[in-house]
């Protein structure tokens, strides 16, 4: 069944009529739009010009006087940086795939009448909660012996229960007609899960891929505690001890040696920029999957 | 429609499975990096894995901080005789340093190997994540063999109560005798007596390594803009000011819209070391207070609470509401006050005096001052007229042995740290290999140094990382080597202020550091300290009111405090004072 | 025209849980029968499979190490955390003792309410614009750069914020050129009036973008043939939000309400450790923040922060319960 367009049509063209509603919530967007680009511009901005011109246009500057590219060259000659990306990227990847496949058979489960289905749901909720701790925490993993390796980075994270949550309440939401029509042609429950929920939860599935990329992108608290060796750092721990440093050597006075080199403003931001472009460049990808709608058409046939 | 959604969900599928596939092409090797049964097998690993890709980098000629790891450490070591006696049999030893990827792979560190037989596995820490780790290492008895930390007397309780648990390998006197450097350590140095517990002792300190005539204070004080107070009139011969004339000068300066911010402070010492650093009441190490003993009554006192303490505070209050104390200073979170003065938008901050090389030649460089001299040290007198050194810990970090470390090993070790500090190994921690890096010589520094001299800023290009063996052997920032040639300026500026403290004139004194109190474990002084925590905020809040009556705010708040303080200077008098 | 309001009736609203499919909450009041439990149990055997490797990380990671809790009542010894001896509550009593820990819970409950009552409804809002905005490509671009500040941290943002609302900043000067008498006592960065909506306001600035995305994944979710049946109704955009874009949207706003009440004791650590300053401590000091001064410079036993994240979580989990409670009471799909 083909998606009749001409129903729709009709509508948009009444619509299409730029009325005072339109010009008023085009403008609240447009200024929004405008209160985060700016911000972010000066990020861009430090990364490219000298601190010290910086500092004398404090926060006033629209196109940098002089542009210098030292510190994009200084952050691509560290060879942490490269290892990094490939250890996040590793992660992001297997991480991502690993998480979703966990929260979209649960999420299904969950919609189910089975016995012990509150049960189930309140342990799920619980653990949210209520944790042991760092100490058991560690002893655990160095007990599964996943210190100092790869796996601990993703491994552990499972699933976020809230995601699970929401994508099980969603799943739940969708017309039961659906799914019985289905049953009755004799389809299995994963059968059901790949073909008839998964295709019409697209929007979700890509939201939820994404949060769940960006929360293994950016992790790098487990890759502090439980990684020895820098070469399997990921990106996130490579910039922290870039711009975090700082931050915690100036609360205390520290003399003596230990005092580490000062990282520059320009190198901070443009460490930042590096970090964040291959999601941001990611985004669009997925966002098509969000910003169109579906039909849930079937259900008549 | 349903294969409208499938062939999308398909698409979608495709989508991710081609974003794995890139990465997978990327960097599948890593993943393999499977757990090991020894813990220096892994290290190694880890190690020769960091170095791979250094080695190929580009040959770079950029100046800049990052100097090339690559040239010369790799190839050339001279000493290739087999290892001495008593040596035959490698070690390896885990330890934990910041900056682990540039340690431990350049010509240094294989000069050690071959000396010492002797290999350091190097874990990474950062200042964002040492405390946390250490401890969670000793909670979970998962140290590295050498822990090495920033020990400081408000956690020495955590210290004292996991050495008396056993979690540390003890030193003795034995350990000591045949080491000439690490035994005139042990005999002279006054923290090892409070490094004990229980009479043993489990921690070694890196001293600071100070010179003698600044009994541990380190160089504090403010730096300034000489040419601003110059262009106003109001310059004094040899940097000395009053309080009073130090705070026109301030004011002048701003009144001459030559700065946009009269002093700003790094955020540790914000606001105090606008007046209460530099003055009377008493701050111990650069806390913002301590306890300290009444001379009247002999028994101890919070210092907040004391008459010279509200003057400060007044004093500070004062100088905040009438600008010259830069007002976003509150606000300020790393290096902010370092960009303002080289941007030339500030007159004066705190506590740069080891760094004016660099800064000066930053601040040359992008046309802020013409010459080094337009900024350097003030000597400037406190409100109670008299000019102020801090005392601090005679150590700057600490190195305990794990409980599961090998005798041998620990041998080995404490065998390299007497080394490090004779002058063969100074010279090498500092400069390299000998014949390579440098040479004796008959000059006044006594050698000559190999490495390419930048004539621009009158500084030797090192070819070697800025780490050397940091931890577990003492810090030079006081009996740095100079190299024949290059700039002397902040060294040069430090003894001067230097010779003038003992001189006398102004009047001097120095507050001193008590190891007492400091690394006293009691129940209340383990929970509330000195409340240096809350004195801080609380200063900071009420500098930012306009029209308050300062002194009787401040009043109110350590009448209030009292309760608590009362419980803790109890625990001092009582378990101090018998 | 039936037709399309029975679907309204079923596709449309996840609100109307107890109408539609198995609620998870249905008992069956029916004495014991084993057979039939027996046949339900294999009926639904594929169900358990697909929950098990969920269930088996989820006990392994969070569960097995639950045992140390504990520590929240014991001094911790590194004998271990079971001989560790017991402390008859003192870490909670520590904790109490502090002077400024009651107005840190204080600040920590206002500021999340403040979060929940302005900051809550405004990604809804934001995406039922976005979605109000006809032209395909500046729907797309406008949303992509709403979510740019998501991927900047609050340490670099401070920063931008001391640039733009310090001494020199530009709001300032706007505010100078105005009135020069507003911009010579300027104070907002250290006012701690103005503090708490500062938090608020930015975390919306930063977060609303981010947040409008599962919004406009539910509102994708609905079935066009409802639009279309309403265009052919001649409903006007008014109606159309109110009776299909938000029948449509509002499970996902109720479970999203839930967790957010259920997360109260969370005052935004990230963003207030980097954005305050002690003068507005009095306003703007959270229970985490304040935990993290007390315990960065004097240390801490390992039991002491579990100890605080005990108390902290129990009154989540029970702020949650009653939040489920009133949700299910409203007739919407609940947590359980």
Redesign the interface.
Same mark, same amino acid.
């Given at each position: 069944?083909k998606?009749?367009n001409s129903?729709?049509r009709?509508?948009?063209s %009444?619509?299409?009529r730029f009325g005072v509603?339109?010009i008023v919530?085009?403008a609240?967007?447009?200024l929004?739009?405008l209160?985060?680009?700016y911000?972010?511009w000066?990020?861009i901005l430090v990364s490219v010009t000298?601190?010290?011109i910086y500092?004398?246009h %404090?926060?006033?500057m629209l196109w940098p006087p002089k542009i210098i590219w030292?510190a994009y060259?200084?952050t691509f000659?560290?060879?942490?940086i490269?290892?990094g =990306? /490939?250890?996040t990227?590793?992660i992001?990847?297997?991480g991502?795939?690993y998480n979703m496949?966990?929260?979209i058979?649960?999420a =299904?489960? $969950?919609?189910?009448?089975?016995?012990g289905?509150?049960v189930? /749901?309140? $342990?799920?909720?619980f @653990?949210? *909660?209520?944790?042991?701790?760092?100490? @058991? =925490?560690?002893?655990?993993i160095?007990d599964l012996?996943?210190?100092?390796?790869?796996w601990v980075l993703f491994? @552990?994270t499972?699933?976020n229960i809230?995601y699970? #949550?929401?994508i099980s309440? =969603?799943f739940?939401?969708?017309?039961?007609?659906l799914e019985d029509s289905a049953r009755i042609d004799g389809a299995?429950?994963?059968r059901i899960?790949?073909?008839?929920i998964?295709?019409?939860?697209?929007? #979700?599935?890509?939201?939820f891929?994404? *949060?769940y990329a960006?929360e293994r992108w950016n992790e790098w608290y487990n890759a &502090? #505690?439980f990684v020895?060796?820098?070469?399997?750092?990921p990106l996130q721990n490579v910039l922290?001890?870039i711009?975090?440093?700082?931050?915690?050597?100036?609360?205390?006075?520290?003399?003596?040696?230990?005092r580490?080199?000062?990282a520059s403003?320009n190198i901070?931001?443009s460490s930042?920029i590096v970090s &964040?472009l291959p999601?941001?460049m990611?985004?669009?990808?997925?966002?098509r *999957?969000?910003?169109?709608?579906?039909?849930?058409?079937?259900?008549?046939? | 429609?349903?294969m409208?959604?499938?062939k999308?969900?398909l698409a979608?599928l495709l989508?991710?499975f081609l974003?794995?596939l890139?990465?997978?092409c990327?960097?599948?090797p890593?993943?393999t990096?499977?757990?090991e049964t020894t813990?220096a097998a892994?290290?190694t690993?880890?190690?020769e894995?960091?170095e791979a890709?250094?080695t190929d980098?580009p040959e770079?000629d950029?100046p800049?901080?990052?100097a090339p790891e690559t040239d010369a450490p790799e190839t050339d070591a001279p000493e290739t005789e087999a290892p001495a006696a008593g040596y035959e049999t490698p070690i390896r030893v885990s330890m934990n340093v910041?900056?682990?990827?540039k340690n431990g792979i350049d010509a240094r560190a294989e000069f050690v190997e071959e000396k010492f037989n002797l290999t350091f596995d190097y874990?990474?820490v950062?200042?964002?994540?040492w405390n946390e780790?250490i401890r969670?290492w000793i909670?979970?008895g998962?140290t590295p063999d050498l822990i090495w930390w920033?020990l400081k007397g408000a956690t020495a309780w955590e210290y004292q109560s996991w050495a008396r648990q056993g979690a540390f390998t003890a030193f003795s006197d034995e350990d000591f005798a045949n080491r000439p450097q690490l035994q005139e350590i042990y005999e002279t140095a006054e923290s090892i007596d409070a490094l004990r517990v229980d009479g043993t002792l489990y921690a070694w300190p890196s001293l600071?390594d100070n010179p003698p005539e600044a009994q541990n204070c380190?160089t504090s004080n403010w730096c300034y803009r000489r040419d601003w107070a110059q262009e106003v009139g109001l310059y004094k011969e040899d940097d000395i000011y009053t309080f009073e004339e130090w705070e026109e000068l301030i004011a002048a300066v701003l009144d001459a819209g030559l700065a946009q911010a009269g002093l700003v402070m790094?955020?540790?010492?914000f606001p105090h070391a606008a007046v209460l650093f530099i003055s009377d009441p008493p701050a111990e190490g650069?806390e913002t207070c301590s306890y300290i003993i009444d001379p009247d009554t002999g028994k101890y006192i919070w210092p907040p609470a004391t008459d010279a303490y509200v003057a400060g505070v007044k004093k500070t209050y004062d100088m905040y509401q009438a600008g010259l104390i830069y007002r976003d200073n509150m606000s300020?979170?790393?290096?902010e006050n370092?960009?303002?003065i080289?941007?030339?938008?500030a007159f004066a901050t705190y506590?740069v005096t080891g760094s004016l090389n660099t800064w000066t030649a930053d601040m040359i460089k992008?046309g802020?001052i013409e010459k080094r001299e337009d900024f350097g040290p003030a000597i400037v007198s406190g409100i109670d007229g008299t000019w102020y050194m801090t005392q601090?810990e005679d150590y700057?970090?600490v190195t305990a042995l794990s409980k599961d470390i090998d005798p041998e090993a620990k041998n080995r070790v404490l065998d390299f740290w007497d080394w490090i500090i004779t002058d063969e190994g100074r010279m090498v921690r500092n400069f390299g290999i000998e014949g390579t890096d440098w040479n004796w010589a008959d000059n006044e520094q006594g050698f000559e140094l190999l490495w390419d001299f930048d004539e621009a800023t009158k500084d030797y290009i090192s070819p070697y990382a800025?780490t050397r063996f940091?931890e577990a052997t003492p810090?030079?920032?006081s009996r740095v080597i100079v190299p024949p040639g290059s700039v002397t300026y902040q060294y040069d500026e430090r003894d001067r202020v230097w010779a003038a403290f003992a001189s006398g004139t102004p009047k001097s004194a120095i507050k001193p550091f008590d190891y007492q109190v400091s690394f006293l474990s009691a129940e209340n002084k383990d929970q509330f300290g000195s409340f240096n925590v809350e004195a801080k905020a609380k200063l900071n809040e009420l500098i930012a009111q306009p029209d308050i009556d300062i002194e009787a705010e401040w009043r109110a708040w350590t009448d209030s405090m009292a309760p608590d303080v009362q419980k803790v200077l109890d625990e001092l008098n009582s378990l101090l004072i018998d | 025209m039936a037709?399309i309001q029975q679907?309204l009736g079923?596709?449309m609203?996840?609100g109307g849980?107890a109408a539609?499919?198995?609620?998870?909450?249905?008992r069956s009041r029916e004495p014991l029968n084993w057979k039939r439990?027996g046949k339900?149990?294999w009926r639904?055997k594929?169900?358990?499979v697909?929950?098990l490797?969920?269930?088996l990380?989820?006990f392994? +990671?969070?569960?097995?190490?639950?045992?140390?809790?504990q520590?929240a009542f014991k001094n911790?010894k590194l004998a271990g955390?079971a001989a560790s001896p017991w402390n008859d509550f003192a870490h909670f009593k520590r904790m109490l003792g502090y002077p400024g820990f009651m107005q840190a819970l204080q600040n920590t409950l206002i500021i999340s309410m403040m979060r929940i009552v302005i900051g809550f409804p405004f990604p809804i809002i934001?995406a039922l614009?976005?979605n109000?905005?006809?032209l395909r490509r500046s729907?797309?671009v406008?949303?992509?750069?709403?979510?740019?500040?998501? +991927?900047?941290?609050w340490?670099?943002?401070a920063g931008?914020m001391l640039?733009?609302f310090?001494q020199?900043?530009?709001v300032r000067?706007v505010i100078e050129a105005i009135n020069p008498a507003w911009a010579a006592d300027w104070n907002l960065l250290y006012d701690a009036g103005a503090y708490r909506w500062m938090v608020v306001f930015s975390d919306m600035?930063k977060e609303a973008?981010w947040g409008t995305?599962?919004y406009?994944?539910?509102?994708?979710?609905?079935?066009?043939?409802l +639009?279309?049946a309403?265009?052919?109704d001649g409903a006007g955009?008014g109606q159309r939000i109110r009776h299909i874009l938000l029948p449509g949207i509002i499970?996902?706003i109720a479970?999203?309400f839930v967790?957010r009440i259920?997360s109260m004791m969370e005052g935004g650590f990230d963003q207030i450790f980097?954005t305050y300053n002690e003068p507005v401590y009095r306003t703007g000091d959270i229970i985490d923040t304040f935990v993290y001064r007390m315990t960065f410079?004097r240390g801490a036993d390992?039991g002491f922060?579990?100890a605080v994240?005990?108390f902290k979580?129990?009154v989540?989990?029970a702020l949650?319960l009653m939040a489920n409670a009133i949700t299910r009471a409203l007739g919407q799909?609940t947590?359980?």
């Open positions: 069944m998606k009749d129903l729709i009709p509508q948009r %009444r619509l299409n509603v339109d919530l085009s609240f967007l447009i929004f739009g209160m985060i680009l911000p972010f000066n990020v000298p601190t010290t500092a004398q %404090r926060g006033m030292d060259k200084t000659r560290s060879s942490l490269w290892s =990306y /490939r250890n990227i590793i992001t990847v297997l991502t795939a496949a966990l929260t058979l649960a =299904y489960a $969950l919609t189910k009448d089975f016995i289905n509150r189930i /749901r309140f $342990l799920i909720i @653990p949210l *909660y209520f944790s042991g701790g760092l100490i @058991p =925490y560690y002893l655990l160095q012996k996943l210190i100092n390796t790869i491994l @552990p499972g699933v809230m699970l #949550l929401i309440n =969603y739940a939401s969708l017309p039961d007609a299995s429950d994963f899960l790949f073909q008839i998964l295709p019409l939860s697209l929007p #979700l599935l890509a939201t891929t994404l *949060y960006v &502090m #505690l020895k060796s820098v070469s399997l750092w922290r001890t711009i975090n440093d700082v931050t915690v050597m100036a609360s205390q006075n520290i003399p003596g040696q230990v580490p080199d000062i403003d901070k931001m930042i &964040m999601m941001m990611l985004y669009p990808f997925l966002q *999957y969000f910003l169109s709608g579906l039909t849930l058409g079937a259900v008549k046939e | 429609m349903i409208r959604n499938a999308r969900t979608f989508t991710v974003l794995a890139t990465a997978a990327g960097g599948t890593a993943t990096a499977a757990p813990r892994e290290t690993k880890a190690a894995k960091t890709p250094e980098a770079t950029a800049e901080t990052d910041m900056d682990a990827e874990l990474p950062s200042w964002g994540d780790k969670t909670n979970t998962d920033d600071r380190y790094p955020p540790w010492g650069n300020f979170k790393a290096s370092q960009d303002m080289q941007a030339g938008q506590n992008d802020t601090t700057w970090t800025e940091n810090a030079e920032n | 037709e679907q079923t596709a609203s996840p849980a539609i499919g198995p609620s998870p909450g249905r439990i339900r149990i639904y594929w169900i358990y697909m929950m490797p969920t269930l990380v989820i392994i +990671f969070r569960y097995i190490p639950m045992y140390g809790l520590l911790y955390i934001l614009m976005i109000e905005v006809r729907k797309r406008l949303q992509t750069i709403y979510t740019f500040p998501h +991927f900047l941290s340490v670099l943002l931008i640039n733009m310090g020199a900043g530009i000067k600035w973008g995305i599962i406009l994944a539910a509102i994708a979710g609905i079935d066009e043939a +639009f279309e309403a265009a052919i955009r499970g996902m479970i999203q967790l259920g980097n410079q390992m922060t579990t994240g005990l979580n129990v989540n989990f949650l799909r947590l359980w």
